[in-house]
């Protein structure tokens, strides 16, 4: 395979998984960011998102020379002899004041970069973009001889090494049928399928496909509501559901609300570009809805569980990320239930395997602690927020002398209902029997 001199600009989530991959898979990347600290951080060899397998092979590329970093934009593609022939534009498209995406980083960097892109190089928007930002992009870069072609990522936090490695597929949109092949052919050693189309349906894609499985996930949610009311048990009838390969048994778990920083931006973002053109997309403002319900649903359900009355009350979280396996805090429908929990008066311990003590980006509203046992400590509840595997397998036992009252709330169904009740539990989950 013929290897390519790439530049990625934003080194996050997408874009340092995107550059660590592409150099794994023999290109040549620069990745550019403007935190200079994190820029620093990462030509030391140090990645600071936990995601696995990101780290080794960042070690990796680095050690053999097809990795490296830049502080800027400008000087990714300013390196001498290295003439970039596709740049990633991988930079936050956060949801605005009106819940439409905010181009203002995307637009920044095509600025910066419009007069020093060499002749044929290819510009890709891998950033989750309104329809038509490819466009828009190609007259911000106001360049004949660039191409701009959308690119969307599908990569899960927590496995964006493996999503990236093993796609479900590759979606490249381009009017410029030459620029779209060049950028699939990155791909190729990954052998999934590529859908080659144009960029408005390329960039229509990734919010369709988000906004589908936030409504999955608000369909379930509603669902265990209406199984707790009649009796029935959710996990049998998403099992059974789930056989269906029409409807297949991923993203059927249900929780406390979906979260972070895709899924509800995107579902916002969708239902603004469909009102723009007149269109009332109620389906996606249901599931919108639904979503925020679900949180007020937990939290009644946790006052329910200590009787009735949150104010003074101890509860101990178990779970803060938006979902497990990372770190992030971003949009975390955990958070988000323990801002209500402590506004009805509740204080607030919380643990997360992920979330060191000190962490930033938690609320004032949860002390944070490193070890279950005390986010255990004199409880009147427990609640499982985040779906770790690891508070499976936690000494319920031990815990059960250190709460005050033996009270589980699991809005995520993950724990041994079994093993709890030994424990001397109750367990409360959600839409079950
Ligand atoms: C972001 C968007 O949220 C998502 O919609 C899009 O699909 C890809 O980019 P993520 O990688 O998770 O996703 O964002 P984040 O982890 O915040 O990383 C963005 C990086 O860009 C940060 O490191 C930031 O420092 C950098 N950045 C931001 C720039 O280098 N230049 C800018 O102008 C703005
Ligand atoms: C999502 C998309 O899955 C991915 O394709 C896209 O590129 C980026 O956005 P991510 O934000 O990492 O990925 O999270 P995801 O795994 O989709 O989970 C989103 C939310 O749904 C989390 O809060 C998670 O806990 C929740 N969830 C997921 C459930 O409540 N139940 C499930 O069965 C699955």
Redesign the pocket.
Known sequence: MFSRRIAV???????LTTGACLASLGHSVVC????VE?VKRLRSGRVTILEPGLEKLLVEGMAAGRLEFAASAREAVSVPDKPVEVLFL?????MGATGAADLG?VA??AREVRDLLPSGCVVVN???VPVGTAEATRRLLGRKDVAVVSNP?FLREGSAVEDFLHPDRIVVGCDAQDAAEKVAALYSKLGAPAVLTDAASAEMVKYAANCFLSMKLSYVNALAELCERLGADVADVTEGMGYDRRIGQAFLQPGPGWGG??LP?DTHALLQVAAGVGLDFSLVAASLATNDRQRTLMVDKIRTAVGGDLAGQQIGLLGLAFKAGTADLRGSPALAVAAELHAQGAVLTGYDPGVPEGVPGVTDAVRVVDDPSMAAKDAAALVVLTEWPEFRALDWRALSSVVAERVVVDTRNLLDSDVLRRAGFSWIGVGRR
């Not at 991988?90 to 956060?94: E, I, K, M, S, W």
């Open positions: 600009v934003g080194a996050g989530y997408v874009g550019a960011d403007t935190n994190k991988c930079v936050p498209t956060p980083p920044a960097v891998k950033s989750t990522e920083s895709c931006k």
